[in-house]
């Protein structure tokens, strides 16, 4: 089972920026699609962006768009999320998911991160 392991969340200021970062052990294909989503406190979790490894296509959510970046190493394995202009929303506990289509229900993802917290102070 591959693994994805999150990291670079933590605590910025209102204005601040944060950088992401999604490794993953196992293999990825060109098919594969891989993901953020947060979860903020008391709601559900939410989608964010995605990026099909293959083709490197992305996707965002509407408070993403101009504010947020997903990329990727192939060579590394690895994704990202660079966060600009974050505000006191942005705070959430972001996961990262690999999938096989995409989408933006979370149901669609079967591999997760363990989530690292975003905390944005106003």
């Known amino acids: 089972q591959p693994q994805l392991t999150e990291s670079g969340g933590g605590l910025v200021q209102t204005g601040g920026s944060l950088r992401l970062t999604c490794a993953n052990s196992?293999?990825?294909?060109?098919?594969?699609?891989m993901a953020w989503f947060r979860q903020p406190p008391g709601k559900e979790r939410e989608f964010v962006s995605a990026?099909?490894?293959?083709?490197?296509?992305?996707y965002y959510a509407e408070s993403a768009k101009g504010r947020f970046t997903i990329s990727k190493d192939t060579s590394l394995n690895t994704w990202y999320l660079q966060m600009n202009n974050l505000g006191p929303d942005d705070t959430a506990v972001y996961y990262c998911?690999?999938?096989?289509?995409?989408?933006?229900?979370?149901?669609?993802?079967?591999?997760w991160g363990q989530g690292t917290q975003v905390t944005v102070s106003s």
């Open positions: 990026i099909r490894w293959g083709s490197g296509r992305t």
């Open positions: 196992g293999r990825a294909f060109s098919s594969h699609v």
């Open positions: 998911s690999r999938g096989n289509s995409y989408d933006t229900s979370a149901a669609s993802y079967n591999i």
